[in-house]
């Protein structure tokens, strides 16, 4: 059983609101000092279901991550967390892409790294929440794709998915090699142990180019785009909070709800 | 006869047309208006009856009906086969779906299928006259910024999120015509079941009233005191996700970015720090209150009114307060 799992390193989501900071000359996100880089939490959902699927039945554990300025402690937890092998694409020609150029880069990535049964992504990275590269890497490979899962078995040559609707979950089956995308009601992801660490630390990254993985760079990266950002910018937020303030807790409950009652909130 | 400038996909859901239809019917008549073209829109389902001359009604000029008992349930590889060929017949300018479980499932594959740029989640969408494209405005990086994007390539594809376009009035004297479409599609993905996760009470997404609790909350026993509150309020009980991963409550309440979205009269965040993510889920509220420890939480950023406290000490009060008051 080979899994395949596709991470990202992005700038850690939970960072303060007010940590974020945009390059308006170049229309891009500013790095924020002091904000860690992490693998986005759907795509260590990722790992987890791929590693739950290793706690079951012989399984090598594939992880793809793609990008620039890699921090090699970041990108490497997926394997202090028990997977197996770790190819990172590093190339130029891969920046600024959209989701179907990067679908493009990964789909030929995954294809060289060898024999895949099971595609694992998160449901969408956290930096720009587009959520297309899961079902775009499965049409790229021509294979069927499952969305948005809160649990992911395989027996028999097939995989079973609970996905997450609005009202509950739907149960589908789906012969493999198949894509499976992952929400957070997975569960959280297990934490990488003292061994895996030192595991991990001893392992070296298969760093591959666009001409490694013989991909056509004029449909990777910006050249590969069909979205096109024109601006980026910071909401505007009102800021006119009116704080109930008083000597005690309690008694600022109430003057809360005596207060909308008077605006007629209440 | 003008082209056919919008195509939206309708979603009938337990019976009806789901309202994400009529706002996104609402948003198509807007665009197709300025580019002086028409609307249509695809409706998949079982037994959907009038569905489609609901949808003309609802701003359409025509509509386009798959119905068949195999689409009782969504059936990805059919409904993106169905939504493509219709596509590739209609050549549409733009296609608009909703940022719903199914919308969010079916537009990457249609996308991709026709190699064109999608952009998802938008909360925007206006043509601008001189670039002659649509732009779309979406939340990123959790909410802390917006982006406008164009596509570069046609159709112009989004979806748009929930309760962010106006729906039209219903008009029956509108006129349009209705037929019915059908297409093969290879199905490699069985439909087992569909299990439903209904919590008691009023639905979360049509509550006037929601009470959210965050990670400060610490247990299922404060959620309890949070669905006391509710309802007195006549209202639901929300979350942010860590109380979901903690199993405090039903991961069907999480509110945000990649939960429900909601614009209730009234929400009170309360113990929740104000994640973008968060926030992005109850944009259109009208009313918001929030009850934090930490005086400095961004959640009184986006709140009007705010208490900074412990809110086991000041719950009790606020809710003796609204009986005495209601």
Same mark, same amino acid.
């Given at each position: 059983?080979?899994i395949?799992?596709?991470?990202?390193?992005?700038?850690d989501?939970?960072?303060p609101?007010s940590?974020?900071?945009?390059?308006?000359?170049?229309?891009?996100?500013?790095p924020?000092?002091?904000?860690n880089q992490?693998? =986005?939490?759907?795509?260590?959902?990722?790992? $987890?279901?791929?590693? *739950?699927?290793?706690?079951t039945?012989e399984?090598?554990?594939?992880?793809? !991550?793609?990008?620039?300025?890699l921090v =090699?402690?970041?990108?490497?937890?997926?394997?202090?967390?028990?997977?197996? /092998?770790?190819?990172?694409i590093?190339?130029?020609?891969? #920046?600024?892409?959209d989701s179907?150029?990067?679908?493009?880069?990964?789909?030929?990535?995954i294809k *060289?790294?060898g024999?895949?049964?099971?595609?694992?992504?998160?449901?969408q990275a956290?930096d720009?929440?587009?959520?297309?590269t899961?079902?775009?890497?499965?049409?790229?490979?021509?294979?069927?794709?499952?969305?948005?899962?809160?649990?992911?078995?395989?027996?028999?040559?097939?995989?079973?998915?609970?996905?997450?609707?609005?009202?509950?979950?739907?149960?589908?089956?789906v012969?493999l090699p198949?894509?499976?995308?992952?929400?957070? /009601?997975?569960?959280?992801?297990?934490?990488?142990t003292?061994?895996?660490?030192?595991?991990?630390?001893?392992? @070296?990254?298969?760093v591959?180019?666009?001409?490694?993985?013989? %991909?056509?760079?004029s449909?990777?990266?910006?050249?590969? %785009?069909?979205?096109?950002?024109?601006?980026?910018?910071i909401?505007?937020?009102?800021? *006119?909070?009116?704080?109930?303030?008083?000597e005690?807790?309690?008694?600022?409950?109430?003057?809360?709800a005596?207060?909308?009652?008077?605006?007629?909130?209440? | 006869?003008?082209?056919?400038?919008?195509?939206?996909v309708s979603e009938y859901v337990?019976g009806?047309l789901?309202?994400i239809?009529?706002?996104l019917?609402?948003?198509? &008549?807007?665009?197709?208006?300025?580019?002086? @073209?028409k609307?249509? !829109?695809?409706?998949?389902?079982?037994?959907?009856?009038?569905?489609?001359?609901?949808?003309?009604?609802?701003g359409?000029? #025509?509509?386009?009906?798959?119905?068949?008992g *195999?689409?009782?349930n969504?059936?990805?590889?059919a409904?993106?086969t169905i939504v #493509? @060929?219709a596509a590739?017949?209609?050549?549409?300018?733009?296609?608009?779906?909703?940022? !719903?479980?199914?919308?969010?499932?079916l537009a990457?594959?249609?996308?991709?299928?026709?190699q !064109?740029?999608?952009?998802?989640?938008c909360?925007?969408?206006?043509?601008d006259t001189?670039?002659?494209?649509?732009?779309?405005? &979406?939340?990123?990086y959790?909410?802390?910024?917006?982006?406008?994007y164009v596509?570069?390539?046609d159709?112009?594809?989004?979806?748009?999120?929930?309760?962010?376009?106006?729906?039209?009035e219903k008009?029956?004297?509108?006129?349009?015509?209705?037929?019915?479409?059908? %297409?093969d599609?290879?199905m490699?993905i069985?439909?087992?079941e569909?299990?439903?996760e209904?919590?008691?009470?009023?639905?979360?997404?049509?509550?006037?009233?929601?009470?959210?609790g965050?990670r400060?909350?610490g247990?299922e026993?404060?959620? %309890?005191?949070?669905? $006391?509150?509710?309802?007195?309020?006549?209202?639901?009980v929300?979350?942010?996700?860590?109380p979901?991963d903690?199993?405090w409550?039903?991961?069907?309440?999480?509110?945000?970015?990649?939960g429900?979205?909601?614009?209730?009269?009234?929400?009170?965040?309360i113990?929740? =720090?104000?994640? =973008?993510q968060?926030i992005?889920?109850?944009?259109?509220?009208?009313?918001?209150v929030a009850?934090n420890?930490?005086?400095?939480a961004?959640?009184f950023?986006?709140a009007?009114?705010?208490?900074?406290g412990?809110?086991?000490?000041?719950?009790?009060?606020?809710?003796?307060?609204v009986? /005495?008051l209601?």
């Amino acid at each position: 059983m080979n899994i395949v799992v596709c991470a990202k390193q992005i700038q850690d989501p939970e960072a303060p609101p007010s940590s974020f900071k945009i390059d308006k000359a170049a229309n891009k996100v500013a790095p924020a000092p002091g904000v860690n880089q992490v693998i =986005s939490p759907f795509d260590e959902q990722a790992v $987890e279901a791929a590693l *739950k699927i290793k706690d079951t039945q012989e399984a090598t554990v594939r992880v793809v !991550t793609m990008g620039t300025d890699l921090v =090699s402690d970041v990108v490497k937890k997926p394997l202090a967390m028990g997977a197996d /092998e770790l190819y990172l694409i590093q190339d130029e020609a891969m #920046e600024d892409g959209d989701s179907i150029s990067n679908a493009y880069a990964l789909a030929a990535a995954i294809k *060289k790294t060898g024999e895949y049964d099971l595609i694992i992504c998160g449901r969408q990275a956290a930096d720009w929440d587009v959520g297309q590269t899961g079902v775009g890497i499965a049409e790229e490979l021509g294979i069927p794709c499952v969305t948005v899962a809160k649990k992911v078995e395989v027996a028999d040559g097939k995989v079973r998915v609970e996905r997450v609707v609005a009202d509950g979950y739907e149960v589908v089956e789906v012969p493999l090699p198949a894509v499976v995308t992952v929400s957070n /009601e997975l569960g959280e992801p297990r934490y990488a142990t003292l061994k895996g660490i030192m595991a991990a630390a001893k392992k @070296q990254p298969n760093v591959m180019t666009a001409a490694d993985i013989g %991909a056509d760079t004029s449909r990777t990266g910006k050249a590969g %785009a069909k979205s096109k950002l024109l601006k980026l910018y910071i909401p505007v937020r009102e800021g *006119k909070c009116e704080m109930i303030e008083a000597e005690d807790p309690a008694e600022a409950g109430a003057m809360l709800a005596q207060k909308l009652r008077e605006v007629k909130v209440l | 006869m003008s082209e056919i400038g919008v195509m939206t996909v309708s979603e009938y859901v337990d019976g009806a047309l789901d309202p994400i239809s009529m706002e996104l019917l609402g948003a198509a &008549r807007k665009l197709a208006d300025e580019l002086g @073209q028409k609307v249509a !829109t695809v409706i998949i389902g079982s037994g959907v009856g009038d569905a489609g001359k609901d949808a003309i009604a609802y701003g359409a000029d #025509e509509a386009y009906v798959a119905d068949d008992g *195999k689409y009782a349930n969504y059936q990805a590889e059919a409904y993106a086969t169905i939504v #493509e @060929q219709a596509a590739k017949e209609l050549a549409p300018a733009i296609i608009l779906m909703g940022q !719903t479980s199914i919308g969010r499932d079916l537009a990457p594959r249609v996308a991709f299928k026709l190699q !064109t740029g999608l952009s998802t989640d938008c909360i925007s969408l206006k043509i601008d006259t001189d670039l002659k494209r649509m732009v779309m405005s &979406r939340a990123v990086y959790g909410g802390n910024a917006m982006a406008d994007y164009v596509s570069e390539t046609d159709p112009q594809m989004a979806t748009v999120r929930i309760k962010s376009q106006e729906a039209m009035e219903k008009d029956d004297a509108r006129t349009g015509d209705v037929k019915a479409i059908v %297409a093969d599609a290879d199905m490699k993905i069985a439909f087992i079941e569909k299990v439903k996760e209904e919590v008691a009470g009023i639905k979360l997404e049509d509550a006037e009233v929601v009470i959210c609790g965050g990670r400060g909350i610490g247990s299922e026993e404060g959620f %309890a005191q949070l669905s $006391e509150l509710a309802k007195m309020l006549n209202g639901a009980v929300g979350a942010t996700r860590p109380p979901c991963d903690n199993g405090w409550i039903a991961s069907t309440q999480q509110i945000g970015l990649t939960g429900k979205i909601v614009s209730p009269t009234l929400y009170i965040g309360i113990a929740l =720090s104000g994640a =973008s993510q968060h926030i992005a889920g109850f944009s259109g509220a009208k009313n918001i209150v929030a009850i934090n420890k930490d005086p400095e939480a961004n959640i009184f950023n986006v709140a009007h009114y705010g208490v900074a406290g412990d809110y086991k000490k000041i719950l009790p009060a606020f809710m003796a307060k609204v009986k /005495e008051l209601l």
